[in-house]
C-alpha cells in the first residue's frame, strides 16, 4: 500500500522456431511489460517482425480512417465481441471503404457548394442595400461602375477632386453605395477611390433585381442542405451498421500488428531469441505454466532478479551477475528500473491524481497516496465544515465522477465526494448548514438534548476559545504530519543510502524539530508563551488534561534538538564546506515555519465562516444577547418581534427579509436584492472554498509533506503490460 507492488524482472530464452508461439503466449498473458533490446550486445540484433506486419498495419490505417469519416466512437457500440477473420476483415472492409469514400466525397462537394453560395449569399448583400437591378450595373461602354461598402461623402468628394470624368453619380443605400463615372475609364476611377473609405465588390453575373438573386440563391442553398442532410443520413445509418465491424476489425488489427511487432524488442541470433520483461513477483508462476503449455521444453523462463525497493547504484544486485551469464558480459537490456503498480484500496486510487501532480513515484518511493486519502479530506473538511456546502461538494463530484469517461476527470470527482463527504461531516460536529445553526437547533439541542454541537469554529464571542484551541490542534497536526514525511524519508534513505546518511539527512531534523516543538510544548519560561499551549486541551475548550510538558521534558527537548542541530549542520558542511555552517543554522528555522505553516487551515475556517456568517447576516439579519455572548439569525421573526421577547438583545442588521414594515415597494427591492445576495454569496463561499482551502490543503501535502521524502520521485514508469483486454472481438 505504501510501496508499489513488487516487481520481478524475468527472461524468456528460447529458439526462433517458438517465437510465434511465445508472443502468442506473452500477449494472451498480458502480463509481462517488455525491455525494449538497444542493440548493444555483441552477435545479437533487434528480431524482424513476423507475419503480414505492413498488411496489418496498412489495413489498421484505413481502418481508422474510416471510423474518423464516419465518427465511429467505442460507445457506439456495445461490448460484446464481433468475430472477424483475416477474410471478413478483406472482404467487407473494401466495400465499407469503397461506400464511405463515395459518400465522403459527395459530402464534401455538398459542402463546398454551400460554401459558395453562401458567399455569393453574403456578396449579394450591399446589391440588395443598393436597390439597382442587376444588369444595369455592368456591359456599359461609356460607364464606369463600381459597387461596394464605404462613406458616400468620401467617395463623392474624392471623384469631385479626380481629374478626367466629366460626370459622375454615387447612389448609396443603408450601407452600400453604387458609384457611376462618365467617360469609362475603369482604371482612372480605381485610381481615384484609392485612399477612400470604400472597398469595392466584384458584380455578380446574372440580370434582374437583386432580391430576386438572393432568392434564387437562397433556394439553391436550401437544396443543396436538403442534399447534404439526406448524405449525413446515409453516412449515419452506414455508421450504425458498420460500427461494429470497423471496432471489432480495429481491435484484431492492433493486435496481430502488436504481436508481429514484438520481435523488434527481443535481442535475437540465427536461431534464438532473449526478451525481458518486468512482472508483479507473485505471478511468476503464471508466467511459467503459460510458456510451458505454448512452447515445452523449446522456451526457458527465468526469474532474474527480484526487484527490492531500493534506488539503482546502492547495493549489490543479481541481475548484473544474471546478465553477464547470459550475454557474455554485455550490458543490461533496458534501464534496470522496475515499472510501478501502485497499490492503493479503491476508496484511495482517485488521490493517485493529486501524487501524479507531481510525479508518478519511482519503485523505491514511498507512494503517499494513502496519506493524501486521510490527511486531504480531513484538512479541507475541517475548514469548510457545513453540512450544506458538504452536499453540494459531494454532488458536484458525483456528477463529474460518473459523467466523465476520462480517468483524471473521474479521480477528481471522486476526490471531491471525499471532500465533500468530510465537509459534511464537520458540518454536522459544527452544528451548521450554510452558515445556520439548525443542525444545532434540530440534532444536538432537539433530538439529543445536549447544550450545543460537539464542537464550534470559534467565530462567536461565547465560542471564542475555540478559535485559538484550533490554533494549537492544527499545529499539533501539523507536527505528525511533517514527522510522518520525515520518517517516510528516513527509511527511504536508509534503504537507499544506508544509516549514517539516513541520520544525517533525515533524522537530524526529525530530532530537531520534535526537540524544539517538545520545549515550547512545556511549561518552561512558561510566561513567554501563548497560554492558549496550556488551556486549549486542559478544558477551554477540550478537558483532557494537557497542560504542557513538564520543564524536564522541556530540557529534554532542547538537548535531543542540539543534537539534531549538530548533526544537520555537519551534513551542510559535508555538501557545501565552511558555508554549510550559515546554510544550516538558516534553513534550521524550517522546523518552526513548517509546523506554523498548518495555521492557515484555522484562519481558513475562521475565514470561511465569517463570509457565510455575512451573507446571511444580510439577508436574515442578526442579534446579539451579551449574557451569554450570542449571535442570533433572525430567521422566522423580525427585529420588532426580537426587542420584545428580548429587550435586552442588541439588532446587529434587521436583515433585508425583514425591511417590509418601511412600505412595499422597500420591502420588495429589499427581499429581491436580499434573495440575489444570499444565493450569489453562498455560491461565491462554495467556489472560494475550492480555491481556498483546497489549494491550502494541497499545499501543505506538497510542501510540507511531500518536501520530506518525494524529492527523488518525478521519473516512476507505469506498468504497462504487453497485451490487451478485449472487448469488441472475441479472439480465437
Known sequence: MLRPERMSRVSVTGTKRVMADVVEAIYDLNLVHLVDYDDSWEGFSPGDPTGPADEASERLVTVRSIESILGVEED???AAGTHVTDADIEDE????????????????????????????????EPFVDVGIDLDLLSGYDSLAVRVGEGDAESVAGALADAEGFD?????????????????????????ALVGVDFAAVEVPDAEGAPEAYVASLEEERGRIESELESVQDEIDSLKVDAARFLLAAEEQLSIEVQKAEAPLRFATTKNAFLAEGWIPTDRYGDLEAALEDAAGDLVEVEELERADYKPPGHGPSDVEAEREAVTDGGSTMGTGTPPVIQENPAPARPFELLVETISKPMYWNFDPTVVLFLTFPLFFGFMIGDLGYGILYATIGYVIWSRFDSPALRSLGGIAMWAGGFTALFGILYGEIFGLHLVTEYLWQGALGLHGPPIEKGLSPAG???????????????????????????AETLQGHGLRDAVLENGSWLMLMLGVWTWILSTAAESMKPE??????????????????SPTVGTIGLVVAAVGLVLMVGAEVTHFGGPGVLIGLLESLNVLVNILSYARIAAVLLAKAGMAFVVNLLFFGVYAIHEPQEYHFMLTHGPAYVLQHEPEAEILFPGLIHMGSEGAAVGIIALVAGLIILVVGHLIVLALGITSAGLQAVRLEYVEFFSKFYYEGGAGEAYEPFGSERRFSPGE
Open 76 to 78: 457506439d457500440t456495445d
Open 93 to 124: 472492409l473494401a466495400d465499407v471503404r469503397t461506400e464511405v469514400n463515395e459518400l465522403d466525397d459527395r459530402r464534401s462537394e455538398l459542402r463546398e457548394s454551400l460554401r459558395d453560395v453562401e458567399e455569393a449569399i453574403s456578396s449579394a
Open 167 to 191: 460626370e459622375y453619380e454615387v447612389r448609396a443605400g443603408q450601407n452600400a453605395l453604387a458609384v457611376f463615372a462618365h467617360p469609362a475609364d475603369e482604371g482612372a476611377l480605381d485610381e
Open 464 to 490: 471564542a476559545e475555540y478559535a485559538k484551541a484550533w490554533l494549537f490542534v492544527v499545529m499539533l497536526l501539523g507536527l505528525a504530519h511533517v514527522s510522518l514525511g520525515y520518517v517516510f524519508g528516513f
Open 532 to 549: 492558549f499551549i496550556f488551556t486549549a486541551l486542559n478544558g477551554e475548550p477540550f478537558a483532557l488534561g494537557f497542560a504542557g510538558f
